[in-house]
């Protein structure tokens, strides 16, 4: 069954700190795997997409990892802003249709 | 270049009740997603339109669910008649082509409430 787990569910930081949020998944055939970023009241917004062969994209502050023989995934946030406060959600998409499956999302709060 | 939209964003629906969303994509995306996510449950997958042809629907809950995308434009999702575990956000997205890495662009979601 393919399935994606994060953590944590949530956390809190201060404006300015990193921080990094984990993703396992267990998707086959593997084709890439994807962090979005959600907003309240408004749909996931791409942040990065990385293939197999891929174990690090960045995208101005938030740089992805990607172990593919351990199957996980990382997103880290470098000097957070406040405008960085929503839900982070790990997609993996196999190899088997365009079908993606989605993780719970951790739900990041940056205060002042 | 305007992004995917969906109207209504909230419907407020009695147990029953039939409700129409709908899903306009960036112009010229021949791919079409509607995905769903329950109350505090993942987002998930419902079916795939390439054009107006359904690529995959195997993420339909049951056939209360009906999906069209005629001329291969905009997508409309027919609930009939709706449940209580219908309510949810439904999310449609669209993407140019079927390369493994298209990025997948979502509308803001169509929050549903069934009483």
């Known amino acids: 069954k393919n399935q994606v787990e994060q953590s944590p569910q949530s956390l809190i930081i201060l404006e300015g700190k990193n921080c990094t949020l984990q993703?396992?998944?267990?998707?086959?055939?593997?084709?890439?795997l994807r962090w979005y970023k959600q907003d309240t009241g408004r749909g996931p917004v791409s942040l990065t997409i990385m293939t197999f062969s891929e174990n690090t994209k960045s995208n101005g502050r938030y740089t992805a990892t990607l172990d593919a023989d351990t199957k996980q995934s990382s997103l880290h946030i470098t000097a957070s802003q406040l405008s960085d406060s929503a839900s982070y959600i790990c997609v993996a998409k196999n190899n088997a249709g365009n079908m993606l499956t989605f993780g719970g999302g951790t739900r990041l709060m940056v205060k002042p | 270049e305007a992004g995917v939209t969906q109207f209504p964003s909230h419907s407020v629906i009695e147990k029953g009740q039939t409700v129409t969303l709908r899903c306009d994509p960036i112009s010229g995306h021949d791919n079409l997603y509607w995905y769903r996510r329950v109350m505090g449950k993942e987002i998930k997958f419902l079916l795939h339109f390439v054009k107006e042809s359904k690529q995959d629907e195997s993420g339909m809950p049951n056939n209360r669910f009906l999906a069209e995308r005629t001329g291969g434009t905009y997508s409309t999702l027919k609930v009939q008649p709706a449940e209580l575990e219908d309510s949810g956000v439904y999310f449609c997205?669209?993407?140019?082509?079927?390369?493994?890495?298209?990025?997948?662009?979502f509308g803001p979601g169509t929050r549903l409430t069934v009483l």
């Open positions: 993703c396992n998944y267990t998707v086959s055939p593997f084709s890439n």
């Open positions: 997205a669209s993407s140019q082509d079927l390369r493994s890495t298209d990025t997948q662009y």
